[in-house]
């Protein structure tokens, strides 16, 4: 049906101006394709990244942001070993993987979005491996384990919902080392969109609205008060027998944007 419109609306165009050029249509019909948009600076929710295990910074042409991680988390874990400043004893239920965080490991992780990210018009399934950069400079993961199921990892998740395995560490759970049931930002996915706590700033309480994704369109703290698309942890309990503690999967896919 839009198209139909499109085509009348450039017959109308033709005919209206078939006495000076056909340029005219040529113009409109670029516009109506144009999706790369430029910015002069990076948007204002990056300022929430670590300046040190992060660095972020907009294309010559303003049309993408490239962030740089290096993918060791700036906060406390169980992952740090013993003697290290951030090292933090987790609670016994805690059995870790077999391997721990290293100050000179390269754990480097580098994602390109474009700097006025939109929806696709299909979304696309997330994958093992990262799916997206946090604040703290390591990695964002789906809601699934390449050894199995999540539930048979959930003993090595830390107390921010993270492990290693099998090289970097990554968030599989709402990350309490950066939101807990609060509108803070997390990090941004591969496809541009920013993802924040299981509350929203535009109402300060859990979103209503949000689809499959866990995203939907508003403002939030860092949009100057314009609406932008979103996602947030869904403030659904994720819980099992082998997981003592309760937590909220941190994003469970599919990505709403183009990759
Ligand atoms: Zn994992
Ligand atoms: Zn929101």
Redesign the pocket.
């Known amino acids: 049906m839009k198209q139909y419109i499109t085509i009348s609306m450039s017959l109308l165009t033709f005919l209206f101006f078939s006495c000076t050029s056909s340029d005219s249509i040529m113009e409109d019909a670029e516009d109506e394709d144009e999706t790369t948009e430029s910015v002069t600076e990076l948007h204002a929710a990056f300022a929430e990244f670590d300046t040190t295990e992060t660095d972020i910074y907009l294309s010559a042409n303003g049309t993408t942001v490239t962030i740089e991680a290096s993918g060791l988390p700036n906060h406390k874990t169980g992952y740090w070993g013993e003697g290290h400043t951030l090292y933090y004893e987790e609670d016994s239920s805690f059995d870790p993987t077999p391997t721990t965080l290293n100050e000179n490991g390269n754990y480097d992780q580098v994602i390109t979005v474009d700097a006025v990210p939109s929806k696709a018009s299909n979304t696309t399934s997330t994958s093992l491996g990262s799916i997206g950069v946090a604040i703290s400079g390591a990695a964002i993961y789906n809601d699934q384990e390449g050894s199995g199921s999540l539930d048979g990892a959930a003993v090595s998740l830390d107390w921010t919902g993270a492990h290693i395995g099998p090289d970097v560490y990554h968030y599989h759970l709402e990350p309490h080392a950066m939101s807990n049931d609060d ?1 803070n930002l997390i990090g941004i996915l591969k496809d541009g969109f920013f993802i ?1 706590g299981r509350k ?3 109402t300060n309480t859990y ?1 209503t609205n949000l689809d499959s994704s866990g995203g ?1 369109t ?1 403002t ?1 703290q860092h949009s100057d008060g314009e609406e932008e698309y ?1 996602y ?1 942890v869904i403030n659904e309990i994720y819980s099992t027998s082998s997981l003592g503690d309760v937590g909220y999967i941190l994003f469970a896919g599919p990505f709403q944007g183009s990759l």
């Open positions: 509108k924040y929203c700033d535009s979103p939907h508003s939030t979103h947030h």
